[in-house]
Each structure stands twice: as C-alpha cells, then as structure tokens.
C-alpha cells in the first residue's frame, strides 16, 4: 500500500454517496477525493449482513491501495451492516493509521439539536432498518429521544429509475409518510437514512407537515468530516490537497456518468474498475 499523502476515499454501493461527495467537495475544496460506486453489485439494501460486510470491505481495501488513508462510507447500508466489524477487526491488521468513517454517527450526533419532542422518524433501506443501527446510535448520545422507523423499498429504484415525478413516486412517498407518522403524532424531525433520499426532497415536502424538519445527512456528516481533521491533524496531514476529483465504479462507466450528473450536480467522467471477485 501506498504510504505518501493520498485522496480522501468516498464508498458508496451505487450513486447514493455523491449527494454526500458533493457536500464534502463544498466543505473541503481544497482537498482531493476518490469516489468508489460498486455498481455492479448494488443494491445493498436487501443484502445479508456477510454480503454487505463483504463487498464493503473489499472495496475500502481498494481504496487503500489506491492512497486513501481515510475513506468515509457514504452508505448507509455499509455504514450500518459493515463499519463496526472493519473498524475493530480489519483495521489492527490492514493498517492501524488508516481510518474508515460512516454515515450514521454524524447525523445521530446531530440529532438532539434538532428535535423539540425528542420524537424522531426515519427513512431508510430495509437493511439499515433492520439493522436498528439509527436507534441505538441514537440512543448513546440521547437516551430520551424515541425514535420510529419506515423502510422505503421502492425509493431508491423510483429515483435511479428517474420516475420521480410520477404518480407511481407520489403513491409510495405518500405512503411510507402516512405510516411512518401513524407511530407517533408527535414527531418533530425525520432523518433521510438513505443518500438517495435527498433527491426526493420537494416530493417528501408534499406531502410531510411544513413543522417537521428533513435532516439529509450531506450537509451533516461534510460539516462533521471537516470537525473530524481539525482534531486530528495526524490524518489531515496524509489527506492530500489538489483540488482533484476522481470518478470510479465497478460497472458501465458509461451508465453511471449518465447518473452520476443528477446526483452530484455536474458532469463527470469515470473509469471501470475490477474490486474483489468482480
């Protein structure tokens, strides 16, 4: 692996994570970035906990020897199923100085500025809910908080699908917001636990109360990142700063161009990639 300063890796199972990268990108410009979509094997959301911890970290070792000394899981799914175990198992025998950083604590750190009931909703993939990775992260820093869960399937494949002003997306954004509010008439504040989910943004506003604040987590966990390196300069100082963006996926470089756009706001160009058995 390389040892000298590298990019800032970004891992994400698709093109969830570049709403992330692109927050990232407008809180650190100066730094470089490498984005890792696993195209080929997404999505990850309905995977078993082995598949996802499996996938996940092949692809952060990939970014290892790419330079990376950091890589945030810009994933959910891989932040629930996949972080814990890599970072207290994998990590000691890989490299102790690198660090992999998730999704979920961030935003759960956040959260008790934010809510007023301490009656919080979330939006997620089937895994991250089952996971109950948002519950009990929550619960760490703010035990009297309650939080209520609402897995959305059809979510992610309306919006890479770009069926997201359609009836189809207004019956299913509908849907999940009326049963996820049905738990409780007191929530205050719903977190987007998907990084597909921002772009459904001005639906969900349709039909969610104007009082309940979104949280997506871009904004948060960029803010968090940047936090992260002032603390410890040790790994800002091996984070190399060029201002360079780098594009790779591990399916049609093509195809996910094409997508790539919507999710992070301009144009890119990436490269195909083999990651593990690929």
Request: net charge negative.
């Amino acid at each position: 692996m390389k040892s000298s300063s590298g990019p800032i890796g970004v891992f994400d199972s698709g093109y969830g994570g570049l709403t992330v990268l692109k927050e990232l990108v407008e809180e650190l410009p100066a730094y470089d970035f490498l984005y890792l979509g696993d195209n080929a094997r997404a999505p990850y959301g309905n995977r078993s906990f082995e598949s996802v911890y499996a996938f996940t970290l092949q692809c952060v070792k990939y970014l290892f020897d790419e330079g990376c000394h950091l890589v945030i899981l810009a994933c959910n799914t891989a932040s629930a199923k996949a972080l814990r175990t890599i970072q207290q198992n994998d990590l000691p025998t890989i490299d102790a100085s690198r660090r992999v950083l998730g999704v979920i604590r961030p935003t759960a750190e956040m959260i008790g500025r934010i809510t007023y009931t301490n009656q919080v909703g979330i939006f997620a993939t089937a895994g991250t809910v089952n996971s109950a990775s948002y519950v009990l992260e929550i619960e760490k820093f703010f035990p009297r908080i309650s939080v209520y869960q609402e897995a959305c399937p059809m979510w992610v494949p309306l919006v890479e699908n770009n069926e997201i002003d359609t009836p189809a997306t207004d019956y299913f954004v509908q849907r999940h917001i009326n049963q996820l509010l049905s738990q409780s008439g007191e929530i205050d504040t719903i977190i987007l636990g998907c990084t597909h989910y921002p772009l459904l943004i001005p639906k969900i506003r349709e039909f969610v109360p104007p009082h309940i604040t979104i949280l997506q987590q871009g904004e948060v966990v960029a803010k968090s990142l940047k936090d992260y390196l002032e603390r410890h300069p040790e790994i800002d100082a091996v984070c190399s700063k060029n201002e360079k963006l780098r594009f790779l996926t591990t399916d049609s470089s093509e195809n996910f161009d094409k997508q790539a756009e919507v999710f992070f706001g301009r144009s890119i160009h990436s490269h195909t990639v083999s990651v593990g058995s690929l």
